[in-house]
């Protein structure tokens, strides 16, 4: 649904997008992670026919970019990252007026904002002015403006940042509905939890795209699999059972537990285990650790600084 090819974007000689390759497949959502600067904007500018690319290409939803940018604009909708509505209009008239400017005629656009204000939980409020909704409430009647044409693909750049956590998950909520619908999503953000909740894949991006991979595989390319087991005393005995075993690919000690680290913890915890005991451990759990995306995302940014 999204496909680039070496798509690159310089300001004034300085690289803000460079060599990008990216594919996005339909109704996924896919999560373009990165610190700020990094060219997450200027990457979804790009997608959205808003700025042209230097190089590269791009296509979106089939269609080329900077050639059949108006076939784009009609199949796109977008959450920049400042989304301007009408305080003093209602709920519907913003909707009613957007539904205007994509070009709906007024039957469709009546059926839209009914719709999406039912979405959104809003059509008992509809008639209200959107000062007085919460932010949570006025970034979803953004994105939902965003969505009012039907859009096959979504940008939305980042989302919630703005927002506080109880209304960061208003709008998380809403973006997990919107994947049910079988949009496609391309979700600009920093924040890595919100990343690692919604997203199919994720994309690092650092000018450069550093990787690209579901959360779970970006966790174990980084640092294995490993396992955590809990007794009641460690020993250097215990350490040392451990460690004779060729499959074990390194051992951390701390305090009462050891770390492990597998490649198939499922076929060789019951060995580890059983050399345990069998050198007087007296074992009180064993899990698979998980290591947190943070430190994936800082160890993968941390280790391409430009
Ligand atoms: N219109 C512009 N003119 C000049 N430099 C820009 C412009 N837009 C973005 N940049 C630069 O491009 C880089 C990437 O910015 P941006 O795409 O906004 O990053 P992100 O959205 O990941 O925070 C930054 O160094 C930024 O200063
Ligand atoms: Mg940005």
């Avoid at 939980?121 to 959107?130: I, T």
């Avoid at 640092?223 to 040392?240: A, D, F, L, N, W």
């Avoid at 390194?250 to 069998?278: H, Y």
Wanted: net charge neutral.
């Amino acid at each position: 649904m999204i496909e680039t090819h070496g798509l690159a974007k310089s300001f004034d000689g300085n690289q803000a997008v460079q060599d990008l390759n990216l594919q996005v497949k339909p109704g996924e959502i896919f999560a373009f992670l990165g610190p700020n600067g990094a060219g997450k904007t200027t990457t979804t500018r790009m997608l959205a026919c808003l700025i042209a690319p230097t190089s590269g290409e791009a296509r979106v939803a089939g269609y080329q970019v900077g050639r059949e940018n108006d076939e784009i604009r009609a199949r796109i909708g977008i959450l920049t990252e400042s989304p301007g509505l009408y305080e003093k209009l209602s709920a519907a008239q913003n909707l009613a007026f957007f539904a205007r400017l994509y070009g709906l005629s007024n039957s469709e656009s009546a059926d839209a904002v009914k719709k999406h204000l039912g979405m959104l939980s809003l059509w008992e409020r509809r008639d209200e002015a959107v000062a007085g909704f919460s932010k949570g409430m006025k970034q979803k009647l953004a994105i939902a403006r965003a969505l009012l044409h039907n859009p096959k693909v979504i940008f939305l750049d980042e989302p919630t940042s703005a927002l506080d956590p109880e209304a960061a998950k208003i709008v998380r909520d809403f973006i997990a509905e919107l994947k049910n619908e079988g949009r496609t999503i391309f979700l600009c953000t920093h924040n890595l939890d919100e990343a690692d909740r919604l997203a199919d894949r994720i994309g690092v991006m650092k000018q450069r795209l550093v990787q690209v991979d579901t959360a779970e595989n970006l966790r174990r390319k980084l640092y294995g699999r490993s396992i955590v087991i809990r007794m009641r005393q460690v020993s250097e005995t215990h350490v040392k059972s451990v460690k004779a075993f060729d499959f074990v690919k390194g051992i951390e000690r701390e305090e009462n537990q050891l770390s492990v680290v597998l490649d198939d913890p499922d076929a060789m915890t019951p060995a580890i285990v059983r050399a345990l005991v069998n050198a007087g451990g007296e074992i009180q759990s064993v899990g698979e650790e998980k290591h947190s995306l943070e430190e994936v995302y800082l160890n993968l940014v941390g280790n391409n600084k430009g």
